[in-house]
């Protein structure tokens, strides 16, 4: 039998309560603490990305900050009630596509995919995500935006940046294929600052035609180019100008102005930011952090800042100092002919020779393009000093230093392939376009009112209309006639009720715009015909037309011809 010890239960108990009590209060600055270095961690890796710091940094400091929230976790067994709360949204940068958004997003793909076809392209579909040394080393900086996957089974993979990198590996595992005209619409992934609204997505469709194998010089840029014109035409975008240029034009200007060869990519890198900045925040970029000298910045600028039309090459090919340079000569070569082949295409007043812009891309070799319109630019020039304190994450759809940017881009790209390829030397030369569906989408939404665009194809709606205890309200009947329609490849729908009212009908059928409608009350049951009501007609009088349920399909076929 247990007995009580009242000298147990006086003197231990009491002091076991105090210790008790002190554990808690530990345990509860612990995870104060914890939360603290969790948050400044954040705010070191966050600023490490906005100052654009080598990715080894950031992924050392990355390791801190995962280290950070595993303690974090663990403090969830130490008597603390564990949060399971969390925000139900969507990843930043990202956003759920519904009703009138995809109507008009599948529009575009429609649209394009029919011009790719009509240019002799055949399509392809490779992985979301690619082995992380694939995509390594060919974005220049905006390497830092790809996104690493964790190692799940002993292979290091990233999600796909783009497009064009996965198309030259496909090229060199398949060296039979020798030339193709290639498409593929297909999503990829940049962590980049969002601005939702101007369509800068961190999840994006990109729509790309390209065109593998060796050719004579500038022929397959030139249709390359057509077929952008031709799709750029075709989705009513409005207003837009192609930049183009040459990067051993660019490659040519660097060297006959001095700068190292090391020094390169970078100080194109800086040149590609003047459609957003101004020429002192691009000459301070190129001193103060890429470290070259005024002296040569200010040679680059009597070059860069040089934008025209087709004269604009004989005034670059008369520079005594540009035209020394064999990478620049041979370029001036490559532009004549396509110069040439853009009016034979009769597309020439579509282009601007820029010398601003370079593709801050690695891979390209020749040619290089983007299309912009009038939303493409900033409202206004925005300075580097401010960006740089601004948080990186944050979405800037309202910043007007933030414009909707290039809504095509491409060029040429000679070496890619070779550098997945086995065998040494082993080229497949290249040029393609890449058209940015989000940027795209953003324009054409804003101008197009809600009321122009269909959230659903129906063309008929079946009705009943009747009353009364005895109605049954024809629900057998109007599954009938949606099945005889559906065979004959009409589009209807009807409600899911078997006592529909009128009003629910009628507003099932507005709210998508529906163009018929069949009525069924006991009349026409009685006559074995059907009444065919065009919708939103002012006269509210208008019954409709009476035909026989034999005719009912052809009546209806030759209506919706009519009205297309």
């Given at each position: 039998m247990l007995t009580f010890n009242r000298h147990l239960f006086t003197t231990k108990l009491p002091t076991f309560c105090r210790s008790l009590k002190t554990w808690s209060r530990r345990m509860t600055t612990v995870g104060q603490d914890i939360n603290e270095r969790v948050s400044a961690q954040g705010n070191v890796v966050r600023t490490l990305k906005s100052q654009g710091a080598p990715k080894n940094e950031i992924d050392k400091e990355v390791e801190k900050l995962l280290a950070l929230k595993n303690l974090k976790v663990g403090e969830s067994g130490s008597g603390k009630?564990?949060?399971?709360?969390?925000?139900?949204?969507?990843?930043?940068?990202?956003?759920?596509?519904?009703d009138k958004d995809v109507v008009l997003r599948e529009h575009i793909f429609k649209t394009v995919t029919d011009i790719f076809k009509r240019h002799g392209g055949v399509t392809l579909d490779t992985p979301v995500f690619e082995l992380k040394e694939i995509l390594a080393g060919k974005y220049g900086e905006d390497s830092k935006l790809i996104y690493d996957l964790k190692d799940q089974g002993g292979e290091l993979c990233s999600l796909r940046y783009d497009l064009t990198v996965p198309f030259a590996r496909w090229l060199a595992m398949n060296p039979k294929v020798t030339n193709i005209k290639r498409y593929h619409i297909a999503k990829v992934y940049r962590r980049d600052q969002p601005a939702m609204t101007k369509g800068r997505m961190r999840e994006f469709y990109q729509c790309d035609f390209d065109i593998a194998g060796s050719f004579d010089p500038m022929i397959p840029d030139s249709e390359a180019l057509k077929v952008l014109v031709e799709s750029l035409d075709a989705l009513e975008v409005g207003k837009y100008t192609i930049k183009i240029n040459h990067r051993q034009i660019l490659?040519?200007?660097?060297?006959?102005?001095?700068?190292?060869?090391?020094?390169?990519?970078?100080?194109?890198?800086?040149?590609?930011?003047?459609?957003?900045?101004?020429?002192?925040?691009?000459?301070?970029?190129?001193?103060?952090?890429?470290?070259?000298?005024?002296?040569?910045?200010?040679?680059?600028?009597?070059?860069?800042?040089?934008?025209?039309?087709?004269?604009l090459l004989e005034k670059l090919r008369s520079d005594s100092l540009l035209s020394s340079s064999p990478s620049a000569s041979a370029a001036f070569k490559d532009m004549d002919l396509l110069f040439d082949y853009l009016e034979s295409f009769g597309i020439l007043d579509k282009f601007s020779f820029d010398m601003s812009l370079a593709r801050g891309l690695d891979y390209y070799t020749g040619i290089i393009y983007e299309a912009v319109t009038e939303a493409s630019a900033p409202k206004v020039k925005s300075s580097t000093e401010k960006k740089s304190s601004e948080d990186p994450e944050a979405d800037r759809?309202?910043?007007?230093?933030?414009?909707?940017?290039?809504?095509?881009?491409?060029?040429?790209?000679?070496?890619?392939?070779?550098?997945?390829?086995?065998?040494?030397?082993?080229?497949?030369?290249?040029?393609?376009?890449?058209?940015?569906?989000?940027?795209?989408?953003?324009?054409?939404?804003?101008?197009?009112?809600?009321?122009?665009?269909?959230?659903?194809?129906?063309?008929?709606?079946?009705?009943?209309?009747?009353?009364?205890?005895?109605?049954?309200?024809?629900?057998?009947?109007?599954?009938?006639?949606?099945?005889?329609?559906?065979?004959?490849?009409?589009?209807?729908?009807?409600?899911?009720?078997?006592?529909?009212?009128?009003?629910q009908q009628f507003d099932a059928a507005d709210r998508y715009g529906v163009p018929f409608a069949i009525i069924l009350g006991q009349d026409e049951i009685d006559q074995n015909a059907v009444r065919i009501k065009r919708m939103g007609l002012k006269e509210k009088s208008d019954e409709g037309q009476l035909v026989s349920r034999a005719d009912m399909v052809k009546v209806l076929q030759d209506l919706l011809a009519s009205s297309n």
């Amino acid at each position: 039998m247990l007995t009580f010890n009242r000298h147990l239960f006086t003197t231990k108990l009491p002091t076991f309560c105090r210790s008790l009590k002190t554990w808690s209060r530990r345990m509860t600055t612990v995870g104060q603490d914890i939360n603290e270095r969790v948050s400044a961690q954040g705010n070191v890796v966050r600023t490490l990305k906005s100052q654009g710091a080598p990715k080894n940094e950031i992924d050392k400091e990355v390791e801190k900050l995962l280290a950070l929230k595993n303690l974090k976790v663990g403090e969830s067994g130490s008597g603390k009630k564990k949060d399971n709360s969390f925000t139900l949204k969507t990843p930043k940068g990202t956003k759920d596509w519904y009703d009138k958004d995809v109507v008009l997003r599948e529009h575009i793909f429609k649209t394009v995919t029919d011009i790719f076809k009509r240019h002799g392209g055949v399509t392809l579909d490779t992985p979301v995500f690619e082995l992380k040394e694939i995509l390594a080393g060919k974005y220049g900086e905006d390497s830092k935006l790809i996104y690493d996957l964790k190692d799940q089974g002993g292979e290091l993979c990233s999600l796909r940046y783009d497009l064009t990198v996965p198309f030259a590996r496909w090229l060199a595992m398949n060296p039979k294929v020798t030339n193709i005209k290639r498409y593929h619409i297909a999503k990829v992934y940049r962590r980049d600052q969002p601005a939702m609204t101007k369509g800068r997505m961190r999840e994006f469709y990109q729509c790309d035609f390209d065109i593998a194998g060796s050719f004579d010089p500038m022929i397959p840029d030139s249709e390359a180019l057509k077929v952008l014109v031709e799709s750029l035409d075709a989705l009513e975008v409005g207003k837009y100008t192609i930049k183009i240029n040459h990067r051993q034009i660019l490659d040519g200007i660097f060297a006959v102005c001095g700068v190292p060869s090391d020094k390169v990519r970078t100080i194109s890198s800086a040149v590609d930011k003047l459609d957003k900045l101004p020429w002192e925040e691009v000459k301070r970029e190129m001193v103060v952090e890429k470290g070259l000298s005024e002296e040569v910045a200010d040679k680059i600028s009597e070059y860069v800042l040089l934008k025209g039309d087709r004269s604009l090459l004989e005034k670059l090919r008369s520079d005594s100092l540009l035209s020394s340079s064999p990478s620049a000569s041979a370029a001036f070569k490559d532009m004549d002919l396509l110069f040439d082949y853009l009016e034979s295409f009769g597309i020439l007043d579509k282009f601007s020779f820029d010398m601003s812009l370079a593709r801050g891309l690695d891979y390209y070799t020749g040619i290089i393009y983007e299309a912009v319109t009038e939303a493409s630019a900033p409202k206004v020039k925005s300075s580097t000093e401010k960006k740089s304190s601004e948080d990186p994450e944050a979405d800037r759809s309202n910043d007007d230093s933030i414009g909707v940017g290039s809504i095509a881009a491409g060029g040429r790209y000679d070496n890619l392939v070779g550098m997945f390829a086995a065998k040494k030397n082993s080229q497949v030369p290249c040029v393609g376009i890449s058209l940015g569906l989000e940027r795209i989408f953003s324009i054409l939404r804003s101008r197009i009112p809600d009321e122009e665009i269909r959230a659903n194809e129906v063309d008929v709606f079946a009705m009943a209309f009747g009353g009364g205890k005895e109605w049954t309200g024809f629900l057998k009947e109007r599954m009938q006639i949606c099945n005889d329609l559906w065979k004959n490849g009409i589009k209807a729908e009807f409600l899911y009720k078997a006592k529909p009212k009128p009003r629910q009908q009628f507003d099932a059928a507005d709210r998508y715009g529906v163009p018929f409608a069949i009525i069924l009350g006991q009349d026409e049951i009685d006559q074995n015909a059907v009444r065919i009501k065009r919708m939103g007609l002012k006269e509210k009088s208008d019954e409709g037309q009476l035909v026989s349920r034999a005719d009912m399909v052809k009546v209806l076929q030759d209506l919706l011809a009519s009205s297309n």
